[in-house]
């Protein structure tokens, strides 16, 4: 059987890898989450983080499809460290927030390393992933705030979640391994 010849790597490629641990980390980072406001027994908040974990998990899929696409080596990574205790939902929202910082630097210097290596492709495919970033900062600082102005009473919390549509990552996204769940 022909192996299939592959791109070679470049720098843009091995931070595209790198995404595809990141995205995953992320994913199970917000099943913690989840797990820990079911637990809580807050549906509403369980029910955000478990889409939120959906959500990583497809953004790492598209990613791996993009990268099969373009024929480079894929590799399925393990996940860092996940964090579980918390002891106020404060923090976890505080968490989310900052993971999704966290995603929008690393997409920012995917975009520009690949402009550096004149990838014009790789540049236009992280283009949906750098307005889905808008969205993901921006509904974690709305959610951060409610929660602050809820203090102990998280009930307020889940009704403005019940109340509130959010976003499910958009029907443009790019083509996603195995299809989008």
Do not use: C
Not at 8 to 29: D, I, M
Not at 35 to 52: G, H, I, S, T
Not at 131 to 144: G, I, N, P, R, Y
Not at 168 to 173: E, I, K, P, T, V
């Amino acid at each position: 059987m022909a192996t299939r010849k592959r791109e070679p790597r470049s720098k843009f490629y091995e931070l595209l890898q790198q995404q595809v641990h990141n995205e995953f980390t992320a994913s199970q980072q917000y099943v913690a989450l989840a797990v820990w406001f079911d637990n809580e027994d807050l549906p509403q908040l369980a029910k955000l983080f478990y889409r939120q974990s959906v959500e990583e998990r497809n953004h790492a899929l598209a990613i791996v499809q993009y990268l099969m696409d373009t024929d480079h080596h894929v590799e399925i990574p393990g996940v860092a460290e996940v964090r579980n205790e918390f002891s106020e939902a404060v923090e976890l929202v505080e968490l989310a927030l900052a993971q999704e910082k966290d995603v929008t630097a690393d997409i920012r210097t995917l975009v520009k390393t690949a402009r550096e290596e004149d990838d014009f492709q790789g540049e236009q495919f992280l283009q949906w992933f750098l307005a889905e970033q808008v969205e993901e900062v921006s509904q974690m600082k709305t959610l951060l705030n409610v929660v602050k102005r809820a203090g102990s009473n998280l009930f307020d919390v889940e009704t403005w979640l019940a109340r509130e549509s959010v976003s499910d990552g958009g029907s443009d996204m790019p083509a996603v391994a195995g299809g989008k769940l």
